[in-house]
T-cell receptor
Framework: GDSVTQMEGPVTLSEEAFLTINCTYT??????LFWYVQYPGEGLQLLLK???ADDKGSNKGFEATYRKETTSFHLEKGSVQVSDSAVYFC????????????WGLGTSLAVNP | GAVVSQHPSRVICKSGTSVKIECRSL??????MFWYRQFPKKSLMLMAT?????????EQGVEKDKFLINHASLTLSTLTVTSAHPEDSSFYIC???????????FGPGTRLTVT
């Protein structure tokens, strides 16, 4: 079945460092891909998405490109801030009417000043 | 837009009692809502998919008689944890899907503690 594999954390960076969180997927068909973020003590928020191959999702300085050839959707940010400290989840939307989300295990990011 | 609320945000109940959690889509009609459980430092576990006006579809291993889900309207779904036990203590999160759009919008979650 469909699955998402996400790099394990925790990831600790200094402010203004470059961030990459790897995400690869296995899916039949053409899923939509998402990154969700969960800040401490809060619920999940959609960070960005891409719905077809070569699409680039971007938001708040974060970017991810839907790469069908490598089945990847890596999250990147050029210069992280302390406020980016959170848990990041990669997910794909499967087929069917309900479009269940298939989740990665989450990557915890801590950014130090 | 696409705001989802949950109530209560925190609840403490005694073993053996039941507790109801509400999930509302505030500015859109959600034909499909999802209920998740999140364990500490773990990913989300999908419990069930709730479609308005029909029975919920439960994931394997989730007891439907223990976790009662009702989706009575296009803006409200409820999860009732019946005969709660301490092992049911967890963070319960709902989400709603906007018709015609692939992403889900999440509520802020409900922290349930069973004593």
């Amino acid at each position: 079945g469909d699955s998402v594999t996400q790099m394990e954390g925790p990831v600790t960076l200094s402010e203004e460092a470059f961030l990459t969180i790897n995400c690869t997927y296995t899916a039949t068909g053409y899923p939509s891909l998402f990154w969700y973020v969960q800040y401490p003590g809060e619920g999940l928020q959609l960070l960005l998405k891409a719905t077809k191959a070569d699409d680039k999702g971007s938001n708040k300085g974060f970017e991810a490109t839907y790469r069908k050839e490598t089945t990847s959707f890596h999250l990147e940010k050029g210069s992280v801030q302390v406020s980016d400290s959170a848990v990041y989840f990669c997910a794909l939307s499967g087929g069917g009417n309900n479009r269940k989300l298939i989740w990665g295990l989450g990557t915890s990011l801590a950014v130090n000043p | 837009g696409a705001v989802v609320s949950q109530h209560p945000s925190r609840v403490i109940c005694k073993s053996g009692t039941s507790v109801k959690i509400e999930c509302r889509s505030l500015d859109f009609q959600a034909t499909t809502m999802f209920w998740y459980r999140q364990f500490p430092k773990k990913s989300l576990m999908l419990m069930a998919t709730s479609n308005e006006g029909s029975k919920a579809t439960y994931e394997q291993g989730v007891e439907k008689d223990k976790f009662l889900i009702n989706h009575a309207s296009l803006t409200l779904s409820t999860l009732t944890v019946t005969s709660a036990h301490p092992e049911d203590s967890s963070f319960y999160i709902c989400s709603a899907r906007v018709p015609g759009v692939s992403e889900q919008y999440f509520g802020p979650g409900t922290r349930l503690t069973v004593t």
